[in-house]
């Protein structure tokens, strides 16, 4: 089936610094990538997502760009804030109305100090 | 809407008993899967169910077993407890028709076995 790889965690960033979270995948097809974000005490939520090849996902500040080339989906973003604290799991989804198991990547989780 | 409801939030139980976790998918939503995550095994695929029927199944052992109602609602149970079975479970749901397969978490229950 579908899967990712996400680099390790934690990262730990000041204040205003550059965000980068590194993914890719493994498909037989083209599917939708979507990162979600989990913060403390809480379950996941979607935080972007794109459904074909160079789409652009954004969201909060952050953006990923989903690139058949490198088969990555990295997560970015210009200036971190405090309350970006958490931890991101990027996945593939499976084709609509498919049953696959939708595998999550193993999340990384970010701390953002002041 | 609302979004997906998982009770109870939190529960303590006893190695050796049995232990059932309810989800209550958004409105329309015909797919709810299981996830357990753990802090050294990450967000492990429990299984889902659509239409009353297992469609998937992660590789958890036979102690592990759900249900889906007929107005999609579902259950998950584990029996004979274990210290190891002390997790986050989140219950997320998704449409299986239509535009997309985003999926909506709930918040979890965590379970902690003693």
């Known amino acids: 089936g579908d899967s990712v790889t996400q680099m390790e965690g934690p990262v730990t960033l000041s204040e205003e610094a550059f965000l980068t979270i590194n993914c890719t995948y493994t498909?037989?097809?083209?599917?939708?990538l979507f990162w979600y974000v989990q913060y403390p005490g809480e379950g996941l939520q979607l935080l972007l997502k794109?459904?074909?090849?160079?789409d652009k996902g954004s969201n909060k500040g952050f953006e990923a760009t989903y690139r058949k080339e490198t088969t990555s989906f990295h997560l970015e973003k210009g200036s971190v804030q405090v309350s970006d604290s958490a931890v991101y799991f990027c996945?593939?989804?499976?084709?609509?109305?498919?049953?696959?198991?939708?595998?999550f990547g193993t999340g990384t989780k970010l701390q953002v100090i002041p | 809407k609302a979004g997906v409801t998982q009770t109870p939030r939190y529960l303590i139980k006893t190695r050796g008993q049995q232990v059932t976790l309810s989800c209550s998918p958004i409105?329309?939503?015909?797919?709810v899967s299981w996830y357990q995550q753990t802090p050294g095994q990450g967000l492990q695929f429990l299984f889902e169910?659509?239409?009353?029927?297992?469609?998937n199944k992660g590789n958890f052992p036979g102690r592990f077993s759900g249900r889906q109602f007929s107005n999609s609602r579902s259950e998950m149970n584990v029996s004979t407890l274990e210290l190891g079975d002390s997790a986050l479970y989140l219950c997320?749901?998704?449409?299986?028709?239509?535009?997309?397969?985003?999926?909506?978490f709930g918040e979890g229950s965590w379970l902690t076995v003693v």
């Open positions: 997320a749901s998704r449409e299986m028709e239509g535009s997309g397969n985003t999926i909506y």
């Open positions: 498909a037989t097809g083209y599917p939708s």
């Open positions: 794109a459904t074909k090849a160079d």
């Open positions: 996945a593939p989804d499976p084709p609509l109305g498919g049953y696959q198991k939708v595998t």
């Open positions: 409105s329309g939503h015909r797919s």
């Open positions: 169910y659509f239409s009353e029927t297992q469609r």
